[in-house]
Structure formats: structure tokens, C-alpha cells
């Protein structure tokens, strides 16, 4: 009894918190509220280290893609940047896979505003698309019996 109720009221809770109070608890920090360009240029930094290795790196993406946000293009582009200083052209890969997932039920309008923005650093790196690579098509997928 006692389960069901506050199951109840927490469902009142969540759906009373608006969406721009739930953004900004993303980016707070600490308690402060930061605005958007710092904490753009807080990850930016982070992955321009010189001396960030690949554990770094790999956290700083988990972080940035466990927040209910999708990462500026030039987050991105400095994400693949520490991936080529580390030599892990897995983890750049991954970490497209991981924006393009980010973008949720938007990938048709946003991935492709990412992926014009961070081509030529993907051409100067040598880093493929997802679909150079057919990651965009599975390749063991069954024909839905719908469309049979």
C-alpha cells in the first residue's frame, strides 16, 4: 500500500518539474547553475589536453552521453581529436555512435547538422562515417513481417 503511494506521488512529482528546470539540473555543477557556452568550453577543454589518456577520455564521453543533452559539434570534434591522440579510432567511432543515439527521436534533423560540422575534422583525422562503415544499415536484421 504504502509502495503504491509513493509510487504515485513521485509520478506527480516528475511530471510537475518542467523540462527547461531538468536541462538546467544537467548542467549544474556543484549546486551553481553554469550557462551553456562554459560548459561547452569545460568539455572542450578536457578532451584539449595534452595529457589526457585514453581512461580520461572514455569518461568524459560516458559523462557527457549519461546527460540528457546532445553534445555540441565542437565537443564533438574535440572528442575524435583526443581519440587520434590516443590512437583509438574504435573509441571515435563509438563515440559517433553514442552522439548519434543522443539525438534521439530528432537523428534525422540534428546528426546530420553534427556530421556537416565535423567532417572536415573526420577527413583531416581519417576517421570514416557510420556510413562509410554500413553501421547505418544492420546487416543481420530480418525483413519486418509487416513489410513482407
Not at 1 to 25: D, P
Not at 32 to 52: L, Q
Request: proline share 5%; glycine share 6%.
Amino acid at each position: 500500500m504504502f509502495r503504491l503511494a509513493a509510487n504515485q506521488i513521485a509520478n506527480v512529482m516528475r511530471s510537475s518539474v518542467s523540462s527547461a528546470s531538468r536541462v538546467s539540473a544537467v548542467r549544474a555543477l556543484h549546486g551553481h547553475d553554469i550557462p551553456a557556452e562554459e560548459f561547452d568550453k569545460r568539455y572542450e577543454d578536457y578532451f584539449n589536453r595534452s595529457d589526457i589518456d585514453g581512461w580520461e577520455v572514455r569518461k568524459g564521453m560516458n559523462d557527457l552521453l549519461g546527460m540528457d543533452l546532445v553534445p555540441a559539434p565542437k565537443i564533438v570534434e574535440a572528442g575524435l581529436k583526443a581519440c587520434r591522440r590516443v590512437n583509438d579510432i574504435a573509441l571515435a567511432i563509438r563515440w559517433l555512435e553514442g552522439v548519434k543515439d543522443k539525438c534521439g527521436d530528432k537523428t534525422d534533423e540534428i546528426f546530420p547538422y553534427i556530421m556537416d560540422s565535423v567532417r572536415p575534422t573526420l577527413a583531416e583525422l581519417g576517421v570514416p562515417t557510420l556510413e562509410e562503415l554500413n553501421y547505418d544499415k544492420p546487416e543481420l536484421a530480418l525483413k519486418s513481417v509487416y513489410d513482407m
